[in-house]
């Protein structure tokens, strides 16, 4: 299991700039499509349906890892 610095660093090489802004679901399918880790895939899973996030920062901060 990651730690949480784990996990924000597997998130900053699957969840780059060029994808915002970007809602929960392309962040899902983007990281899977890449071949993220599972557990860098359901974190995304995770977050709120729908929402619209509008850079890195604020999905770090959804997952409380800011």
């Known amino acids: 299991m990651m730690d949480q610095e784990e ?3 597997e998130l900053d ?3 780059t700039l ?3 802004p970007t809602t929960s679901a392309d962040l899902v399918a983007t990281a899977s499509g890449n071949h993220a880790p599972d ?8 977050l ?5 996030f509008g850079t890195p920062e ?3 901060e959804a ?3 800011a």
């Open 13 to 15: 090489t699957y969840v």
């Open 39 to 46: 557990e860098v895939v359901e974190a995304l899973r995770g």
């Open 48 to 52: 709120p349906a729908g929402t619209v």
């Open 18 to 20: 060029e994808q915002f």
């Open 7 to 9: 996990l924000r660093a």
């Open 63 to 65: 997952l409380g890892l």
């Open 58 to 60: 604020d999905v770090r």
